[in-house]
């Protein structure tokens, strides 16, 4: 049973960073000092440039206009349709390219992972997957990375499928080869058991000619903990938190052996993206009850915000001013949610909280 817990409500702790009076956003990042960036997918809204930085309360295109003008005779260097963001332990700015606007089958040269450099904002990597591993039905959704794991790293990537399978995908950065691990396991898949409500409704499809269907996105947030030795995931239709040995991924163990030690910590409430502090804290939207949660190293969750602002809490991000980023983009608002009609209110929000704590890379 899905339990209430504790909470601040509208603590006054809460800020609006910045608002969006256009295409609704998702992915948020913050460099070492202080730099904004923001990502908006192709979901239906008119998307002028998929990525930007804000620079004062300017949307300015990043790394360039060029890139954001997606170019189908060159998919892989121009942006398609951009679902996540992540700053390094390096000011490297990760850019994760879905190859599929409105959650259509990827373009297979359009799906990437970019690095830019943010010194000099030049392009340094950029990683494409094997139909193996990208599938027809694969929606890349958010990432971390391990530094240690691999002569430059490992990337750890959700496959938040709406139709078939989730899964992490692990991308080696050196070789530019990946796999698909957990893959169609119940940890990493929706939970038909819950119908999530957002705003007193439930959420369910509901089309202009009133069909109703299920609402299902698989794995979606991910995190591991700051010594790399744990992997947190959770599954947008699904309330609670798994956990896995990382190590246990890099073995030749088939995904029912790997699905058998994963442990489902805490019941924690719907959460779309999640975000680790450097003191162990794991932060979570729940996006059922406009609210955002901590949980830390016992596995006990308190409710660090709850308002009436926090409309979908998306992607979390964790500055070294000691704030918490999260952007509020209304999803649950869309047409396709209710009966074609548009009930989103603009402007989308760019929130902070002071947590006092500094991101974990």
Not at 98 to 123: H, Q
Not at 172 to 180: A, I, K, M, T, V
Request: aromatic residues 10%; contains cysteine.
């Amino acid at each position: 049973m899905y339990m209430d817990f504790p909470s601040r409500k509208n603590t006054g702790e809460l800020e609006i960073a910045a608002k969006f009076y256009n295409a609704m956003p998702t992915g948020v990042a913050i460099s070492k000092n202080g730099r904004l960036f923001i990502n908006f997918p192709k979901w239906g809204d008119d998307v002028t440039y998929s990525v930007v930085e804000l620079v004062d309360e300017k949307e300015i295109p990043y790394p360039n206009e060029e890139m954001n003008r997606y170019d189908s005779t060159n998919p892989i260097n121009t942006f398609l349709s951009v679902q996540a963001l992540f700053i390094d332990h390096l000011d490297r700015l990760w850019v994760l390219d879905t190859g599929a606007p409105f959650f259509n089958v990827p373009n297979k040269e359009a799906a990437k992972l970019v690095s830019i450099d943010l010194k000099t904002n030049k392009i340094l990597n950029t990683y494409s997957f094997s139909e193996k591993v990208l599938l027809d039905t694969t929606y890349l959704n958010d990432m971390r990375f391990d530094w240690n794991r691999g002569d430059k790293g490992t990337a750890f990537i959700t496959d938040s499928s709406v139709s078939g399978p989730g899964a992490i995908i692990l991308l080696d950065l050196e070789s530019g080869q990946s796999r698909r691990v957990l893959d169609g396991v119940k940890s990493t898949a929706v939970d038909e058991t819950i119908l999530p409500k957002v705003e007193g409704k439930p959420l369910r499809n509901l089309d202009s000619d009133g069909n109703i269907s299920s609402f299902h996105v698989a794995v979606d947030g991910i995190e591991l903990s700051p010594d790399k030795k744990t992997l947190y995931f959770c599954s947008l239709v699904g309330r609670y938190l798994y956990s896995i040995e990382t190590d246990l991924l890099f073995s030749n163990f088939t995904d029912e052996y790997l699905e058998s030690k994963v442990e489902a910590l805490v019941e924690k409430g719907s959460s779309d993206g999640l975000i680790m502090s450097v003191n162990g804290t794991l932060y979570a939207g729940d996006y059922e009850h406009n609210s955002i949660v901590a949980i830390n190293e016992d596995g006990q969750l308190e409710t660090v915000l709850q308002n009436d602002l926090v409309l979908w809490p998306d992607s979390m991000t964790i500055g070294q001013d000691g704030y918490l980023y999260v952007t509020a983009n209304q999803v649950h608002r869309q047409p396709g949610f209710n009966g074609g009609i548009d009930k989103r209110e603009k402007p989308y929000l760019l929130l902070k909280i002071n947590i006092g704590e500094t991101p974990s890379y």
